[in-house]
């Protein structure tokens, strides 16, 4: 894959490895990503419907097209694009990761193609959406990995991502309390290798892609996470091809 290389971190492998057995238990390690999912998959099928005029009534937006999820962990976000009717691949680092993910998506009869390494395991293949959220803050070369992603859309196709911001409420709240309590485990997050929005941005344009929207994730004690203007904790970023 032109511009891309292995851009895996074998520490944050081992970490999130470690941690497979209980990503879908949504009070362990991972209980954070099972609060955020709600607003991802809001957001993904708003990107979806306004992409390519879809019927926000439709159980299946991506019926008859390919999505890969690069970092994809046990399969919280494939298995809901899945049944939104896409043909899904997933690729994560840690090969403990993609073994529960293999078994998950058995056990609930879906058939979802995982592979182990970075985006450089789909090398010459095109995909109608490439999502990779909560991943680029992980790995060796986000320059590197975000060439990698953009490869892999297709004409008129997207490419959503999103990560934590650089930001002195993440150094607090994600890094310090998050991690303090329990509610991530110790370890997760580097917040210097945090990119701030117009550092993203400027990755993915670089690529060729158009950055098409750019939105906050932001939580509130009253509604819990939701998505929002600010972007002071963590964001996403949509671009397409064409």
Request: net charge negative.
């Amino acid at each position: 894959m032109t511009g891309a290389s292995d851009t895996v971190d074998a520490a944050e492998a081992a970490h999130f490895g470690a941690q497979a057995a209980q990503w879908w238990d949504p009070q362990g390690s991972s209980a954070m990503l099972h609060r955020i999912n709600p607003v991802r998959l809001r957001y993904l099928r708003e990107q979806v419907d306004a992409h390519w005029g879809g019927d926000a009534r439709s159980f299946t937006p991506l019926a008859g097209r390919r999505a890969l999820d690069v970092g994809c962990g046990a399969g919280l976000l494939c298995e809901p694009l899945a049944r939104m009717g896409a043909t899904v691949t997933g690729v994560d680092a840690a090969a403990e990761s993609v073994a529960v993910a293999r078994a998950h998506a058995q056990a609930g009869g879906l058939a979802i193609d995982y592979r182990v390494g970075d985006a450089g395991a789909v090398a010459g293949e095109r995909f109608d959406l490439v999502t990779s959220l909560e991943v680029v803050e992980h790995v060796t070369d986000p320059r590197a990995f975000v060439a990698g992603l953009a490869e892999a859309v297709a004409e008129r196709g997207l490419l959503v991502m999103s990560t934590p911001n650089r930001t002195a409420l993440t150094r607090v709240a994600l890094v310090g309390a998050a991690e303090a309590s329990g509610m991530v485990p110790r370890g997760t997050h580097d917040w210097d290798k945090f990119l701030r929005p117009e550092e993203l941005t400027a990755l993915i344009e670089e690529t060729g892609l158009r950055v098409t929207d750019v939105r906050g994730l932001a939580f509130s004690p009253a509604r819990g996470f939701e998505l929002s203007t600010s972007t002071a904790l963590d964001y996403f970023v949509t671009a397409t091809r064409g």
